[in-house]
């Protein structure tokens, strides 16, 4: 379980890194709960709306949402999460992945200043 430790952290120095240089978008990034923590659990949240493979953030850009996977620098995605990248997309909704804080601010910055 390291692995799911680690890109937690990392999830978090982006959260922390996003409120500190974009203090004034506070709500417009955010979670989506994806790592129920037992069977029962998931059953519960898949009939509450869980989707498998969603992305781990949501961020409403002035573009409009636009869906961030957080990845450690090995990292690769399941089959379900590239399921739900080719939804999103085909949907016309950006999709990125990001490996580390200065590409998740990169992605940010860009959907901030692209109108």
Known sequence: MP??????NLQANCVSAFYAFYPHLYG???MNYNNPKSARHGGLLRRMGLV???SDMTFLSPNG??????????????????????IAE?????YYIARNVRE??????????KK
């Not at 085909?90 to 950006?94: E, H, I, N, Q, V």
């Not at 998740?104 to 200043?113: A, S, V």
């Open 65 to 86: 949402a636009i869906f961030i996977e957080l990845k450690l620098p090995t990292g690769k995605q399941t089959q379900r999460q590239k399921q739900w990248q080719k």
């Open 3 to 8: 692995n799911k430790h680690n890109e937690a």
């Open 52 to 54: 498998a493979g969603i």
């Open 104 to 113: 998740f601010l990169n992605i940010i910055g860009h959907e901030q200043i």
């Open 28 to 30: 417009l990034l955010f």
């Open 90 to 94: 085909d949907a016309g909704y950006k």
